[in-house]
């Protein structure tokens, strides 16, 4: 009778920790022999290392495999492994936390000593061999992903470093598909200064396919407008990264600004989220890498029903009993901005030329445009993930242009308010509130410009609905009583203004 076949050899499924995984190994290699210590034993006279795992005599047939990695490998191949059987054993130098921060210091030094441009402000072609390696896809990912360790002097060197390195790039506009500001945005120390030197340096630098669908405003070509409020945003921009930082750490509600504890922590909280169990996948594998997915729209409650216009939020602006006499020191940028918000929320229900619609974006995800989904469902989300793993160019079916669709869909349903069809009536009364109370305010300063929003009132006047009730209803009164009051305040600031209205 043929013999029987041999029993496969137990398996062991994770995902584990390297701690973990050290400790399977050791149970595995305890019968090799007890004065053996490490994943390696001495051999040879001459100092050769001899594997204890292989599939020789007297070794163990056990590989480790982990995702990233391209196949199993036997565990004195895998370094992470390596320097985990080194902790706490005589032979260890450094502990992994310990060597990690001394790497990336060693890797600043050598960036900051091989400059990119020359004294002059040119830039270096080709560039230094550092910058070309630590740049290049095999390299940056990696180091983009050390935001993710939550050891605030390793993540501190780390976006030093890649504020250094990142501008001169010749992909810079890609970095980030890396998940790097995913990454520093879930940061939840304190040291944020780096964090915020990092993001001054890059956010507005990105091709990211989030400009059609991200909010309104100046704001919305950076890549952290799904995440940031717009006056972060203006905030990073115009300021110093420190005063940025310091804006993050601490609570503020004002007309300029509105930010809080509980704000910040949303944020990171929906990063985290994003991220799923990327940071436990890192553990058990420091080699992989990050997917890219867009970043997730974040919506604030504090922020519910306000508008930012040049360095303000209207609705705390028009608050006059909290804010009576706010100053407004730029009141003519001011009030162009409010203008061209206004003709913005008149057009809302015309998507830009060659942006997707509402009903192309829920077809491009296979979600049924007769039975759009609410705001935040769940079921926009998993339709992306869901085609966009399907679609990714690594894929055999898979297509850029397709792909590229998909993420364009998702970003714009995403948002906030993204179905809803024709102008907001209460938006457009806040923005003509607003103009009223600058006409107000800033009449001296106002008095010399010819008031352009004439033509606008009239439109608003025409989209409050049928002409026999839109007087008669307490939504067009909202909008209707204000917009009376610009109308005489901006014709008492300048004469001019009459003959116009």
């Given at each position: 009778?043929?013999a029987?076949?041999?029993?496969?050899?137990?398996?062991y499924?994770?995902?584990?920790?390297l701690?973990?995984?050290?400790?399977?190994?050791?149970?595995?290699?305890?019968?090799?022999g007890?004065?053996e210590?490490?994943?390696?034993d001495?051999?040879?006279?001459?100092g050769?290392r001899?594997?204890?795992f292989?599939?020789g005599?007297?070794q163990?047939?056990?590989?480790?495999?982990?995702?990233?990695?391209?196949?199993?490998?036997?565990?004195?191949?895998?370094?992470?492994?390596?320097?985990?059987?080194?902790?706490?054993?005589p032979?260890?130098?450094?502990?992994a936390?310990d060597?990690?921060?001394?790497?990336?210091r060693a890797?600043?030094t050598l960036?900051?000593?091989?400059?990119a441009?020359?004294?002059?402000?040119?830039?270096?072609q080709?560039?230094?061999a550092?910058?070309?390696?630590?740049?290049?896809?095999r390299?940056?990912?990696h180091?983009?992903?050390?935001?993710?360790?939550g050891?605030?002097?390793?993540?501190?060197?780390?976006?030093?470093?890649?504020?250094e390195?990142?501008?001169?790039?010749?992909?810079?506009?890609?970095?980030?598909?890396?998940?790097v500001?995913?990454?520093?945005?879930?940061?939840?120390?304190?040291?944020?200064?780096?964090?915020?030197?990092?993001?001054?340096?890059t956010?507005?630098r990105?091709?990211?396919?989030?400009?059609?669908?991200?909010p309104a405003?100046?704001a919305?070509e950076?890549?952290?407008?799904?995440?940031?409020?717009?006056?972060l945003?203006?905030?990073?921009d115009?300021d110093?990264?420190?005063?940025?930082?310091?804006?993050?750490?601490?609570s503020e509600?004002?007309?300029?600004?509105?930010?809080?504890?509980?704000?910040?922590?949303?944020?990171?909280?929906?990063?985290?989220?994003?991220?799923?169990?990327?940071?436990?996948?890192?553990?058990?594998?420091?080699?992989?890498?990050?997917?890219?997915?867009?970043?997730?729209?974040?919506?604030?409650?504090?922020?519910?029903?306000?508008?930012?216009?040049?360095?303000y939020y209207?609705?705390?602006?028009?608050?006059?009993r909290?804010?009576?006499?706010?100053?407004?020191?730029e009141?003519?940028p001011?009030?162009?901005?409010?203008?061209?918000?206004?003709?913005?929320?008149?057009?809302?229900?015309?998507?830009?030329?060659?942006?997707?619609s509402?009903?192309?974006?829920?077809?491009a995800?296979?979600?049924?445009?007769?039975?759009?989904p609410a705001?935040?469902?769940?079921?926009?989300r998993?339709?992306?993930l869901k085609?966009?793993?399907?679609?990714?160019?690594?894929?055999?079916?898979?297509?850029?242009?397709?792909?590229?669709?998909?993420?364009a869909a998702?970003?714009?349903?995403?948002?906030?308010?993204?179905l809803?069809?024709?102008?907001?009536?209460?938006?457009?009364?806040?923005?003509?509130?607003?103009q009223?109370?600058?006409?107000?305010?800033?009449a001296?300063?106002?008095?010399?410009?010819?008031y352009?929003?004439?033509p606008?009132?009239?439109?608003?006047?025409d989209?409050?609905?049928?002409?026999?009730?839109?007087?008669?209803t307490?939504?067009?009164?909202?909008?209707?009583?204000?917009?009376a009051?610009?109308?005489?305040?901006s014709?008492?600031?300048?004469?001019g203004?009459?003959?116009?209205?």
């Open positions: 009778a043929p029987a076949a041999p029993a496969p050899p137990p398996s499924t994770g995902p584990y920790t701690a973990e995984v050290g400790e399977v190994l050791r149970g595995l290699a305890g019968d090799v007890p004065e210590e490490g994943l390696e001495e051999g040879d006279s001459d050769a001899a594997a204890r292989g599939p005599p007297g163990v047939p056990a590989r480790c495999w982990a995702r990233g990695m391209l196949g199993w490998r036997w565990p004195q191949d895998v370094a992470p492994l390596k320097w985990h059987a080194l902790s706490g054993s032979h260890q130098a450094l502990s936390r060597a990690a921060a001394t790497a990336v890797l600043a960036v900051a000593r091989s400059p441009r020359t004294p002059k402000g040119a830039l270096l080709p560039l230094p550092a910058r070309r390696l630590l740049g290049s896809p390299c940056l990912p180091l983009c992903q050390l935001l993710l360790c050891d605030a002097h390793i993540v501190a060197t780390a976006a030093d470093l890649l504020a390195l990142v501008p001169d790039l010749p992909h810079a506009h890609a970095v980030h598909r890396t998940g500001f995913a990454f520093a945005l879930a940061y939840s120390g304190s040291n944020l200064a780096p964090i915020a030197r990092l993001l001054k340096a956010h507005r990105q091709a990211w396919r989030g400009a059609d669908a991200a405003g100046a919305s950076s890549v952290l407008s799904p995440a940031l409020p717009e006056a945003i203006c905030c990073l115009e110093s990264p420190e005063r940025f930082a310091d804006r993050l750490l601490c509600e004002s007309p300029r600004a509105i930010w809080s504890e509980g704000m910040r922590r949303l944020l990171v909280e929906k990063m985290w989220t994003h991220l799923g169990d990327f940071a436990l996948r890192l553990r058990s594998n420091p080699y992989a890498v990050y997917e890219y997915s867009p970043l997730p729209v974040v919506s604030y409650e504090e922020l519910a029903g306000e508008i930012f216009c040049h360095k209207l609705r705390h602006l028009c608050d006059t909290r804010f009576p006499s706010f100053p407004v020191d009141p003519i001011l009030l162009r901005a409010i203008l061209e918000r206004t003709a913005q929320e008149l057009a809302a229900a015309r998507p830009a030329r060659g942006a997707l509402a009903e192309e974006a829920l077809e995800l296979g979600l049924d445009p007769g039975n759009p705001d935040r469902d769940p079921a926009v998993r339709a992306y085609l966009a793993a399907q679609y990714h160019p690594d894929r055999s079916r898979g297509t850029r242009e397709q792909f590229e669709r998909v993420q998702y970003e714009l349903l995403s948002r906030p308010g993204a809803a069809v024709g102008p907001d009536a209460r938006r457009l009364a806040l923005l003509v509130r607003a009223a109370l600058l006409y107000g305010r800033c001296e300063a106002l008095a010399p410009l010819q352009a929003g004439y606008q009132l009239t439109r608003i006047v989209a409050m609905g049928d002409p026999d009730d839109r007087f008669l307490p939504q067009s009164l909202e909008v209707l009583c204000p917009l009051l610009l109308a005489r305040r014709m008492e600031a300048s004469q203004n009459c003959g116009e209205a």
